[in-house]
T-cell receptor, first 112, second 116 residues
Framework: ETGVTQSPTHLIKTRGQQVTLRCSSQ?????VSWYQQALGQGPQFIFQ???????GRGNFPPRFSGLQFPNYSSELNVNALELDDSALYLC???????????FGSGTRLTVV | GENVEQHPSTLSVQEGDSAVIKCTYS??????FPWYKQELGKRPQLIID?????GEKKDQRIAVTLNKTAKHFSLHITETQPEDSAVYFC???????????????FGKGTLLTVNP
C-alpha cells in the first residue's frame, strides 16, 4: 500500500453540478498535487498545496479549487461541471525535499 | 512553461528484447525526471527517477540516462517480460530550495507491448 488514498473511486455527476474529491496521505506528506488524466493522455497538473497553501497552478479555470488540511488530507472541488471534466483525477503526495511523488489510485469522474 | 515530448507513442517488442523510450524537455531549470508505469485502470507507479546532478541510474532491468546539454532523457528496459506491458510516462519537474517539489509535466505516454 502506498499510503495515499482517494475517495470516491467512481462518481457520476450531471453537467452543472458541483463535486468534491478527497485525498488522504500518511503523516509527513506535506506536498499534495492534483492532476487530471483524460483517457489516453498523460496527467495534467491542476494545482499543488504545500503546508496548506497553494503554491502552483496549471491551466485550469477558477471553478477548480482545492484545500489542504493540517492532517495533510486534501480536497479538490469542481463547480459548474462540464462534459469535458470527465476524467481520472489523481492526487500525488510527496514528503517534500528530494522525495518523489506517490500517486493515489484516482477518482474516475463521469459528467453526463 | 515546461514542455515534455515523448517517443514513441507505441512500442512492441518480443519477450527478452530491450525497449527504449525517449523524452525531451524544454526548460533547462528542470532538475528532476521520474518515470511512471501505468497499467490499465490503475495509478501511475514510480519505477525510477533521476536528478540533474546524475547522468545515469540503474535499478535491475531498468535504467535511465540524462543528457542535460541536449535536454533529453531515456528509459531503458532490458530482458523485457510480458508483465512490463503498460503505458510508460516520463515527466520533468523543478524542485525548489524551499523543500517542496514543484509540478510534474508529463509526456503523452508510450504504450509498451511485450509479446511472449
Amino acid at each position: 500500500e502506498t499510503g495515499v488514498t482517494q475517495s470516491p473511486t467512481h462518481l457520476i455527476k450531471t453537467r452543472g453540478q458541483q463535486v468534491t474529491l478527497r485525498c488522504s496521505s500518511q503523516s509527513g506528506h506535506n506536498t499534495v498535487s492534483w492532476y487530471q488524466q483524460a483517457l489516453g493522455q498523460g496527467p495534467q497538473f491542476i494545482f499543488q498545496y504545500y503546508r496548506e497553501e497553494e503554491n502552483g497552478r496549471g491551466n485550469f479555470p477558477p471553478r477548480f479549487s482545492g484545500l489542504q488540511f493540517p492532517n495533510y488530507s486534501s480536497e479538490l472541488n469542481v463547480n459548474a461541471l462540464e462534459l469535458d471534466d470527465s476524467a481520472l483525477y489523481l492526487c500525488a503526495c510527496s514528503l517534500g525535499g528530494r522525495q518523489g511523488y506517490t500517486f493515489g489510485s484516482g477518482t474516475r469522474l463521469t459528467v453526463v | 512553461g515546461e514542455n515534455v515530448e515523448q517517443h514513441p507513442s507505441t512500442l512492441s517488442v518480443q519477450e527478452g528484447d530491450s525497449a527504449v523510450i525517449k523524452c525531451t524537455y524544454s526548460d533547462s531549470a528542470s532538475n528532476y525526471f521520474p518515470w511512471y508505469k501505468q497499467e490499465l485502470g490503475k495509478r501511475p507507479q514510480l519505477i525510477i527517477d533521476i536528478r540533474s546532478n546524475v547522468g545515469e541510474k540503474k535499478d535491475q532491468r531498468i535504467a535511465v540516462t540524462l543528457n542535460k546539454t541536449a535536454k533529453h532523457f531515456s528509459l531503458h528496459i532490458t530482458e523485457t517480460q510480458p508483465e512490463d506491458s503498460a503505458v510508460y510516462f516520463c515527466a520533468a519537474s523543478m524542485g525548489n530550495s524551499g523543500g517542496s517539489n514543484y509540478k510534474l509535466t508529463f509526456g503523452k505516454g508510450t504504450l509498451l507491448t511485450v509479446n511472449p
